[in-house]
Each structure stands twice: as C-alpha cells, then as structure tokens.
C-alpha cells in the first residue's frame, strides 16, 4: 500500500499579529486545528508530521493522536527539510501551510491525485487583479493576467521527486515554496484549481474574513 503524507509548517511567530497566528482560534477553533483536521479527512493520509514549537505541538497533538512532531527552522525550506526527516518512508508527500485552515479536503485529494500522475502538483486559483511589476515606486509593466495563476496550499509531490530536489536545491533557504526548487530538476508541476477560500491567515483582517467565511457555510 502506498503512504501518503502530510508535512504541516506551523512554525511562524506571529510578528505581525502579536502571537503565533496558527493558534489563533476562528469561530472557536486555532487555526492550526482546522488545518490538520482538513488532512484527517482524507482516508489516503497515512502520517501527518507537525512542524511546531513544542508548546504548540503539545495543544494540537492532544487533540490528534498519532501526530509526528518536527521543530521548525529559521526558513520555510529548513522547516521543510526537518519534516522530511521527520515524517520518514512516504510515496507521496503533500506540503501545507498551517495558517490556510479553510482548505477543501476534496481539493486535497485532487491535488494528490495529479502529484501521483505528474510527480508533482499545486493548488492555484487565477488572479483577479491586473498585476504591475514595479521598481523604485514606478510601473515597469503590467503583467498578462489571463496566465497568472496564485499558488496556494497543499503542493503535492512524489516522494522522491520532493527528496531530491531538498538535495540538490535545499540550500535555496530563500525559496517561498518547494515548487520553485521542483521547477529547476526540470519536473512540470501539474496545477490543480482551488478555491478562493483556501486563505493564508496572515493579517487580522484575514481572521474576520476566514470567520465569515466559515459561517457561510454553517
């Protein structure tokens, strides 16, 4: 049988919202918590590893038995590389932001199904605004928006794939996703349409729109 796992980078500091923003509770639950428990919803997710600070972990992992802990480290590429090893054997490997706790677990699921056929994948939804690159507070030029797509989270890999481009490119700590490093072994990364739902928490405002979100569909 195959082992799918799940890799759950929560190991923010919450500079920008006075604490750790992934234990922020909207409508009654940390963010964190609806995180991991979009993953337990998908039957195929075998092993999930938690990268956290250990206060963290100790709340969420009381609520999920059977979580592996990862600590995290100074980028997201070395948080990454600590729940690799942590996580262990895995054919598939799905990356989460733990500040997106409104993702679709059907959308979970479909991503892993293209990272099986295409070794790799990524939940994006298109733009909707018109982007202009920018350089010393002056418009460059403005971008093509019809091929712009946002990437989001979970991007879903092969699990050797994944290896081997922390290999040969983990030391790309600046990287903002694993992607980009998947992208220079010459994989295509299979894009999987989301919803534009799947938010990062990452301002307060974000939190009241993710509660309204959520009660939307109470």
């Not at 590893?49 to 963290?56: F, I, L, M, R």
């Not at 199904?113 to 403005?142: H, N, S, W």
């Not at 992607?179 to 009241?208: A, C, F, H, W």
Request: with cysteine; net charge neutral; hydrophobic share 45%.
């Amino acid at each position: 049988m195959d082992i799918t796992g799940a890799i759950i980078l929560a190991g923010g500091q919450g500079s920008r919202m006075g604490r750790p923003k992934q234990m922020l509770p909207i409508a009654g639950k940390a963010v964190l918590v609806r995180s991991i428990a979009a993953f337990c919803a998908v039957p195929s997710v075998n092993k999930i590893a938690v990268v956290t600070t250990e206060e963290n972990f100790k709340e969420v992992s009381s609520l999920f038995p059977g979580l592996i802990h990862a600590l995290p480290g100074e980028s997201r590429i070395l948080s990454l590389q600590n729940g690799i090893k942590a996580l262990g054997e895995a054919d598939l490997i799905a990356v989460h932001d733990g500040a997106r706790p409104l993702v679709n677990p059907e959308h979970i699921k479909a991503c892993l199904a293209a990272a099986k056929e295409y070794r790799a994948a990524v939940l994006c939804v298109p733009v909707k605004d018109t982007i202009k690159q920018v350089k010393d507070g002056f418009i460059e030029q403005t971008l093509e928006r019809s091929v712009l797509w946002a990437a989001q989270t979970p991007q879903c890999y092969d699990g050797a794939t994944l290896r081997l481009a922390l290999e040969k490119y983990g030391f790309l700590k600046d990287a903002t996703d694993e992607s980009q490093l998947v992208e220079k072994l010459g994989v295509k990364v299979r894009v999987v349409p989301s919803g534009y739902e799947n938010i990062k928490i990452t301002t307060p405002e974000d939190l009241i729109i993710a509660e309204a979100l959520l009660c939307k569909h109470k």
